[in-house]
């Protein structure tokens, strides 16, 4: 089966349109996984390397920061407010993108458990940020992050606030893993290969939303699967039917009014013990990564959604027919934090 290049050629115009800084090495590597795939009995395995996004340690954000940093300085910001766990990549990537797009940044990290050990992704983004404004751990993000917006307009900067509650910066997001889709697609068609019949990922939102509307755009029968690293219980997380709404609005912003979404599966069973802490399964999936294949994921994000993605191979959800892509958030920083668990 090929893809019409004039189906791709028109998505990417749409994606062209849109304001977009360039700070991402992009395409990202796509590397087959033969060892790991045997030893799964023949279920075929691609890993599409966002790890390899090249922003102060790489992952998904670089991609998709790309958008929201053109978004924000079209729209005159001079300043741009991220908050999350003190371990997040998130902020990692957004205090670097935003230095290297000349955007002052205020980072808004929650004093979590992780926050006094401070390695990690911490380390990076302390040696990044403009400006670090930690809340208590129970407090809401969200607001924080609208009342320092809120004090950075009243002393006349212009403030954009991207992460969690910040619809535009979410949906943008998305938009950027439609151009993943197409990386993928193109990469199979350059090697002759025939198409995967499944993404996997890891995500929250913006990324399986990007990928599901990718293959939507392009009339493609290939299922997106993403693995959540948080449960309702967090305040970042998106339930399906919102994950759905991203995708509608991510076809909005590329101009198309009349997609729809598909069903979304975002499985939520490979959270562990808590969201930001590994799990034995994150842990085999990164031993039998590297040992296996010489590739590293990490314990907190892309190890979480591997482990769902050898889970659900060896329950039989994904079989030998199978040929599957996982996409490879990043994340790497927390290999080096100490989760003080052993
Ligand atoms: C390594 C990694 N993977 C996946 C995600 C989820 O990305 P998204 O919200 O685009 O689904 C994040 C979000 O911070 C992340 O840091």
């Not at 395995?45 to 390899?52: E, N, V």
């Not at 290297?100 to 940044?105: A, I, N």
């Not at 069903?263 to 990164?286: C, F, H, K, Q």
Request: aromatic letters at 6%; proline letters at 6%.
């Amino acid at each position: 089966m090929s893809v019409s290049s004039s189906r791709v050629a028109e998505v990417r115009a749409r994606l062209q349109a849109l304001p977009r800084e360039r700070f991402a090495h992009l395409p990202t590597p796509l590397d087959h996984c033969p060892r790991l795939s045997a030893d799964l009995g023949g279920t075929q395995i691609w890993i599409k390397r966002d790890d390899c996004t090249g922003l102060a340690f790489g992952g998904n954000k670089a991609r998709q920061l790309e958008f929201v940093l053109g978004d924000a300085i079209a729209q005159g910001a001079d300043v741009v407010i991220q908050g999350a766990a003190s371990q997040s990549n998130h902020s990692r990537q957004l205090a670097a993108a935003a230095a290297r797009v000349g955007l002052d940044s205020v980072i808004v990290p929650r004093r979590d458990v992780m926050f006094e050990q401070g390695g990690g992704n911490q380390l990076v983004t302390r040696l990044l940020a403009g400006r670090l404004d930690p809340v208590p751990a129970a407090e809401w993000v969200t607001a924080a992050k609208a009342a320092i917006a809120d004090q950075l307009r009243r002393s006349g900067r212009r403030p954009y606030v991207v992460g969690m509650g910040a619809e535009r910066a979410l949906t943008l997001a998305a938009v950027a893993y439609v151009e993943a889709l197409c990386e993928i697609v193109c990469a199979f068609e350059d090697r002759g290969e025939p198409l995967p019949t499944h993404i996997y990922t890891t995500s929250q939102g913006s990324t399986q939303a990007g990928l599901q509307l990718g293959a939507v755009l392009l009339g493609l029968d290939i299922s997106v699967v993403g693995i959540n690293p948080m449960d309702e219980t967090n305040e970042a997380y998106i339930p399906e039917r919102g994950i759905a709404d991203l995708v509608s609005a991510a076809a909005g912003a590329l101009g198309y009014s009349d997609v729809t979404p598909g069903p979304v599966v975002n499985d939520t069973s490979y959270v562990g013990p808590a969201y930001g802490m590994p799990s034995e399964a994150s842990r085999e999936a990164i031993e039998l990564l590297a040992r296996r294949e010489g590739l590293l994921v990490d314990p907190i994000y892309s190890g979480k959604g591997f482990a769902g993605l050898l889970d659900h191979v060896r329950t039989g959800l994904r079989g030998p027919d199978d040929r599957v892509v996982f996409v490879h958030t990043g994340g790497l920083p927390a290999l080096f934090a100490e989760f003080g668990d052993g």
